[in-house]
């Protein structure tokens, strides 16, 4: 559908209007993006993969994954950028006939509008997790006694390369050194900052500093400026130790591993972070994401259900050199 700008090539066997209209606006916001970026469509491709089905009365509730890739070329340069999306479709029985009644993307609450969002222990696994040692990547000083008033004696340089590479390896999937959460947008984001070796600012009082520990029987043990888009976004604005950013008024004076904050209905409140991964030929950022996976997606996110014409931005570079 994308490749032809036009949501029409469904309407026949989808029974869902206000589906129908949000296809139809995004579609057309895609397209006006596509031209002010001057893009040259090389080839794009879909894969669908059933996750799971069940029956109600003389019907289907089914959830597919989407996952997609979109190769292009902006001003000489090649790109490619992959989402994966899950949706739930409402199928009913006719006579005989199938027939599309409902989709509904599923974009959680924190991405998909504006409530406010508490992790819950609920969604997270009983199990102790702590952070093992993978490689050379993302392992943590696990030192309780390091806190905010602990001065940093030497400057960190933060890698940026480095930040992004891991946001590449991860896009797709979680790492399992770390908890998975359901909002999974800004806990991606913090460990691409500390694969940068952003330093810890470990309180072990989760209103404070920027920290992650796993979760220990009921207890989580991760600051809410670890998981949770605002409480990030707060953090970045008002750090003055260990991790810290400056707040800049445009896309263009961001680089590899800077953050994009993101407030769908300009209120104030932010529910979305990204992590940026690449330049485009224009020199504009391409950004990785959890909660709907993306790789080197365009950082205007004007291709998402949750974009709005009141949608806002904070746009954050980590300085290259965290004392």
Known sequence: MEAQYDPGNVASYIEDDPYHLMQKNRMARLAALHRQRRLEPIRRESRLRILSARGFGNGLVVDIGLHSGFD???????????KKEVETIILVSRRGQWAITAIHPREPVGVFGEGSYELDAAELPAETKLLPTIGNLSIPLL??????????????????????????????????????????CSNYVSQCIFAGGAPMNYTNKRGTGWWYRGKSGNRELWSYSWAVADSLRRFLSNSRQGLQAKLVNSPQQLLEGDVISYS???????????????????????????????KHRYWDYRDSYAWTENTQYRFFHINDSLH
């Open 143 to 184: 030192d309780e006694k390091v806190g905010r008033s602990t001065p940093l004696f030497r400057a960190i340089p933060y890698d940026r390369k480095r930040a992004a590479a891991y946001a590449d390896l991860w896009w797709e999937a979680g790492n399992p050194a770390y908890l998975e959460f359901a909002v999974d």
């Open 72 to 82: 292009y070329k902006c001003n000489g340069q090649f790109h490619k950028e992959e």
């Open 264 to 294: 769908w209905n300009g209120n104030g409140h932010y529910g979305h972070s990204t992590v940026v991964t690449a330049m485009d030929g224009n020199g504009m950022p391409l950004v990785n994401a959890h909660t709907v996976s993306s």
